[in-house]
């Protein structure tokens, strides 16, 4: 079984950062591939950044590429989301979320829909 707990969501004004983290726990072979998710109210769930934690390949929505960084600490079964230049289309719940494989990162828009462990998110708010 895997567990993911997040942490790090706040409020912040515009241009200011965040540095979210996902404590991974349970079969080690079952998060290969890891991502963040986030969804504002009234809208779909939008996959914001992938990585295959074997290979340390990364992947980023256009929406966030050059601001967000996604990173891993496989010591601490530790996976971040370092947010930068955050904006208020940036405000909404963000999840971890991982799968044994990254099927579908970077040519299927809802690649997270078939992502068996969720945590249960952190808010981030920006202000403008």
């Known amino acids: 079984q895997v567990q993911l707990v997040e942490s790090g969501g706040g409020s912040v004004q515009a241009g200011g950062s965040l540095k979210l983290s996902c404590a991974v726990s349970g079969e080690p072979y079952s998060t290969n591939c890891m991502g963040w998710i986030r969804q504002a109210p009234g809208k779909e769930r939008e996959g914001v950044a992938a990585i295959y934690t074997g290979g340390d390949i990364k992947y980023y929505a256009d929406s966030v590429k050059g601001r967000f960084t996604i990173s891993q600490d496989n010591a601490k079964n530790m996976v971040y989301l370092q947010m930068n230049s955050l904006q208020p289309e940036d405000t909404a719940m963000y999840y971890c979320?991982?799968?044994?494989?990254?099927?579908?990162?970077?040519?299927?828009?809802?690649?997270?829909?078939?992502?068996?462990?969720w945590g249960k998110g952190t808010q981030v708010t920006i202000s403008s």
């Open positions: 979320a991982a799968a044994y494989r990254c099927a579908g990162v970077g040519y299927t828009e809802n690649w997270y829909a078939g992502m068996p462990y």
